[in-house]
């Protein structure tokens, strides 16, 4: 068959650290972090010696990255991979349903603490207005 350019479908993609960086919205040195902890692994290198990442790095990273934006530390999301790696998919995924819960909770909690101090702030500009209004009254 003629090769128009186009990638073979059957070959499964693959990037190096910046062209993964670039389709994860994520740095380089991130990436090379989370190789550091052992939250992504390169699959091969390539000729050059640089780290050559396939779907499965993607799909991890984008985990990671939706993990950490819900707040969840890089501490207890290599320990899902941790799981996950072992092959204890149920115990992964019933870790994280703990952790989610932990979070909502933690959520809910700030999200009470965050009215509090809307209700405390507005008091105080209340005041703050009453009394500005008070003194425009007195200087007339």
């Known amino acids: ?3 128009y350019g186009m990638p073979d479908p059957t070959e499964a993609r693959s990037w190096d650290i910046a062209e993964l960086a670039k389709e994860a ?3 380089s040195r ?3 972090y989370y190789g550091e902890l052992g939250l992504l692994c390169a699959h091969k290198r390539g000729p050059n010696g640089r780290r050559i990442f396939g779907p499965t790095a993607l799909e991890r990273l984008r985990f990671i990255v939706r993990l950490k934006k819900i707040g969840l ?3 207890q999301i290599g320990e899902l991979n941790h799981t996950f790696d072992r092959g204890q998919t149920p115990g992964m995924l019933g870790r994280l349903e703990q952790m989610l819960g932990a979070r909502l909770g933690e959520t809910a909690a700030r999200l009470l603490e965050l009215s ?3 209700q405390d702030l507005q ?3 209340d005041r703050i207005q009453q009394k500005q209004a008070q003194l425009r009254a007195e200087s007339k």
């Open 30 to 32: 991130t990436i090379r």
């Open 73 to 75: 530390t890089l501490e």
């Open 123 to 125: 008091s105080y500009r």
């Open 25 to 27: 919205n994520v740095s």
């Open 116 to 118: 509090q101090l809307q």
């Open 1 to 3: 068959m003629l090769d």
